[in-house]
């Protein structure tokens, strides 16, 4: 199944839990939002995916805005004065997350492909939103192992 399907089974469930947690229209709206991405993230696995393209160009954008910002906050003098711990730390994250990408990526459909997986993301969620969100990852993850049938413990 490719990523439009997924996203649109993970749009109809997010309207399910937005319904079923009694949300407001702009909460609707990021559940929705949520769950239809988080229908995306066990095809991390998988080297040609649109998740695994958007997280090609999130994790250096990411990388290099938190080595600036971590440096220097927003004053460019700064960026200059530091420009070379500012280059190792961000090259650093890419090589690392090159290096999982390509010697420890597990293969499709194995240990991303499950309910474990699905628990860990919503518990990573969890950490970094909120429960009404960890919700909404879960299930879109969910949705995404059950368009799959793909519904394995581990
Ligand atoms: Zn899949």
New binding site residues.
């Given amino acids: 199944?490719n990523w439009p399907e997924h996203m649109l089974i993970g749009a109809l469930a997010g309207v399910l839990v937005a319904y079923f947690l009694g949300a407001d229209l702009l909460t609707s709206a990021l559940i929705i939002g949520m769950v239809s991405v988080s229908a995306l993230a066990?095809?991390i696995d998988h080297d040609s995916s649109k998740i695994r393209q958007a997280a090609n160009l999130a994790v250096p954008l990411a990388a290099f805005s938190f080595a600036i910002t971590s440096a220097c906050e927003n004053n460019l003098q700064c960026v200059f004065a530091h420009k070379e711990s500012i280059l190792i730390n961000g090259l650093a994250v890419v090589g690392l997350y090159m290096l999982i990408m390509t010697f420890l990526k597990p293969r499709h459909?194995g240990i991303i492909?499950t309910l474990s997986a699905a628990a860990v993301f919503g518990l990573l969620v969890y950490i970094l939103s909120d429960s009404t969100f960890a919700i909404a990852g879960f299930a879109g993850y969910f949705s995404?192992l059950l368009a799959?049938r793909q519904i394995k413990l581990i």
Wanted: charged letters at 45%.
């Fill in positions: 199944m066990p095809d459909r492909h995404h799959d």
